[in-house]
Structure formats: structure tokens, C-alpha cells
């Protein structure tokens, strides 16, 4: 495993890039576990850095435990977001670096919401984009994940 020293968003974090692996026997990629950021229980890695791109993970309203912290929409949607930056951060990015966003909105009567605190985090030109709506559960109010370019290639 090789170790490498990354500032975080609030902290110094360090962060662990696996072995790469390959897929198909033509990409190879690696995992990103940064320290801090909420791991899942379930089977994937929070981010995946492949072909000069970091792929994050969805990313909800959870704390540094990974437990779901529910509040208002725009509250939930906010901490996604600091969650997708805390993970950027890990990989040595930031949300400027963001070409993709993929959201998932549990209720359409938000996205005038959605699209007024997206601002909050994204200027123009914005990343690519892509909403989703009526597909979480009732224990989640916003999702997100999305794609980085890396600043090296």
C-alpha cells in the first residue's frame, strides 16, 4: 500500500491507494480510502481513481460514523456535498475539479431547491449533470455522486 500525506477540507488527512487492479484487462484502477470520510458496510470503495479520473461514490447525509443525519432537504443535499468534498480532498481534488454530478432527489417538489443551493457549490460552466427523482428510500432526501478530473493528465 502507498501512503501519501493530503490536506483535507477542515483537516490533514492521510490518505490509502490499494494496489492498482485491472479491470478487463485494460483499465487499471485503485480504490481511495481517505481517512474521516464514512465508510459503508456495503461492498464499495468510497472513491476509484481510474484513467485520470476519480469516480466518488454516492454520497447522503451521513456523519463521520456513517450514521444518516436527517434534516431539511437543502440541509441534507449540503452535507452530501461537504461528504463529495471531504472524499475530493482525500484524492488531493475539489469539488472545481467536478465534471460529472449524477443526483438522486427523493421528492421532484425539491428540485427548485436542488438547483438553488447546487449553485452554493458549482459555478459555471458546471460539471455535466444528471438528477434522478423518486428513488430513495424514505430515510434519505438527497444522493450524489460524482466524476473528477485529476490536475496530472
Known sequence: MLRIEAS???SRRELTIESPYHHS???MWQPIHAAKVPISQLPFSPAVLAGGFVFV???????DQGTIVPDTFAGEMRRSFENVAKVLAGAGLELGDVVQVRAYVRDPGDLPQYNEVYREFFAQPYPARSTITNC??????FEVDVVAKTRNE
Request: glycine share 10%; charged share 20%; aromatic share 10%.
Open 57 to 63: 461514490s454516492g454520497q447522503a447525509s451521513v456523519d
Open 136 to 141: 430513495l428510500p424514505e430515510t434519505l432526501r
Open 25 to 27: 484487462g485494460f483499465v
Open 8 to 10: 483535507e477540507l477542515y
